[in-house]
């Protein structure tokens, strides 16, 4: 057991201790207690408009600019012989500057005072509860996974920047399908110029926004469908049904094939997954659904197939996906290291794709085939032996119920093998 060490007091105040101070939406915002720290601080760093809101007190300016490592290790060489403040919005330990803080300086060394939050703020002026809100921060990020959390929750806030502004949070919801969303922005919180309003995703998609803003999505409950041919709101996580996807010919890895598929991938959250040859792309859309993996990719050489990937992606898996139109050898060149590698389909080039997967698969990784045919087996069970992987086959044979009449009786597909392999270190 050990105590956290408490603040006595600003008199107090000794380096190399550093007072994290939140000063929420204005000046009015900031209380008279952090104040009287703020005054006795003989070095203040924060943004622009935080510095100028303290223009009066004698302290050193350090403004804080991106990319903030420099101004991060001002701070920390500062801080451990002059008494140091630093200024943040909101709460400065929720999405703010105070994660880098902590993990330059140690919790022990700061002295931490929140302040009212941009999200908290604007769902006050909506008179809305918000704790069942869940929040995300898009700022200096490129992560489209809060599409995943507004699936699963309904009610998301951003706090967004220049990049992934309003606008283009609201033209992804449009890519995803999810037009069953009321989009509220908060501008200038707190501020002379305050605006908050209540838009469409579509209307979002077309207005200019102030930097300074907060927004909140809300999906209607109400709402049964999910843009254009969408599926039913409660399709489930895991097994959707082959109807659910675009495809042509009949060229899908059909439910109780992607199943088993899915079963010896072996998923875990936070790995890179690599579909080649993904034809509809049903087993990246819902390895995408089922775990929350580090990256999904979905190579695939035929333009019309791309477009139906992109589809499926679109209404089912919610943007999780980046899709690949090219010659899956050539375009892994670009992707991530994988973790896992399914491949659906080659092209007549099973040896070259399986020697590109296998040369960047990472320790532990592991790699599924589907096969129609004993040479595709064969080609791929004698690669696997000769890099030393741990290999083995199954075979599925899949019967159907159809009706005759009144009757029922059993319609075969085609027998398909399983090819899985993991690199000796998986064990």
């Not at 995703?201 to 907060?214: G, H, I, M, T």
């Not at 109780?256 to 936070?270: F, N, T, Y």
């Not at 690669?383 to 029922?408: E, K, L, W, Y």
């Amino acid at each position: 057991m050990r105590d956290v060490p408490s603040a006595s007091g600003p008199k107090a105040w000794s380096p190399p201790r550093v007072v994290l101070a939140g000063v929420g939406m204005a000046p009015a915002d900031v209380t008279a207690r952090v104040r009287e720290w703020l005054e006795r601080a003989e070095v203040l760093a924060g943004g622009k408009r935080h510095l100028e809101w303290f223009a009066d007190l004698p302290a050193e300016k350090i403004p804080l600019i991106s990319p903030m490592d420099e101004s991060l290790r001002r701070i920390v060489a500062v801080s451990s012989q002059r008494k140091t403040a630093v200024l943040a919005s909101g709460d400065p330990l929720f999405f703010g500057i105070g994660r880098r803080l902590v993990e330059r300086l140690g919790p022990e060394r700061l002295i931490t005072f929140p302040n009212v939050t941009a999200v908290q703020a604007l769902f006050s002026r909506l008179g809305l509860p918000w704790d069942g809100v869940a929040v995300r921060s898009l700022h200096g990020r490129d992560d489209r996974s809060w599409l995943r959390v507004l699936r699963d929750t309904g009610k998301l806030a951003l706090y967004t920047d220049a990049v992934r502004s309003p606008a283009a949070v609201a033209r992804e919801l449009l890519e995803a399908g999810m037009t069953d969303c009321d989009l509220a922005v908060g501008e200038d919180l707190g501020l002379p110029a305050e605006r908050v309003r209540w838009m469409s995703a579509r209307e979002a998609s077309e207005s200019d926004f102030s930097p300074l803003n907060v927004m909140a999505i809300i999906r209607r409950p109400e709402a049964a469908v999910r843009g254009e041919g969408a599926l039913e709101a409660l399709e489930p996580v895991f097994g959707l049904p082959d109807e659910a996807f675009h495809h042509r010919y009949g060229l899908i890895t059909k439910m109780e094939i992607r199943s088993v598929v899915l079963a010896k991938l072996g998923l875990i959250p936070g790995l890179v997954l690599w579909d080649l040859g993904a034809g509809s792309g049903s087993v990246a859309v819902e390895a995408a659904r089922t775990v929350r993996l580090a990256g999904v990719f979905a190579v695939e050489k035929r333009t019309e197939r791309v477009e139906d990937i992109r589809a499926n992606v679109r209404r089912l898996a919610l943007g999780d996906v980046t899709v690949i139109c090219g010659d899956a050898v050539e375009a892994v060149a670009e992707l991530p290291d994988p973790d896992r590698v399914f491949i659906g389909g080659s092209g007549g080039r099973l040896e070259a794709l399986l020697a590109a997967a296998a040369s960047r698969l990472r320790v532990g990784g592991r790699m599924v085939v589907t096969a129609a045919t004993l040479e595709t087996v064969e080609t791929a069970r004698s690669f696997f032996a000769r890099r030393g992987f741990a290999c083995d086959i199954t075979q599925i044979q899949v019967n159907r119920s159809s009706p005759i009449g009144s009757a029922t009786r059993f319609e075969p597909l085609n027998p398909v093998f399983i090819v899985t392999a993991a690199s000796a270190a998986s064990g």
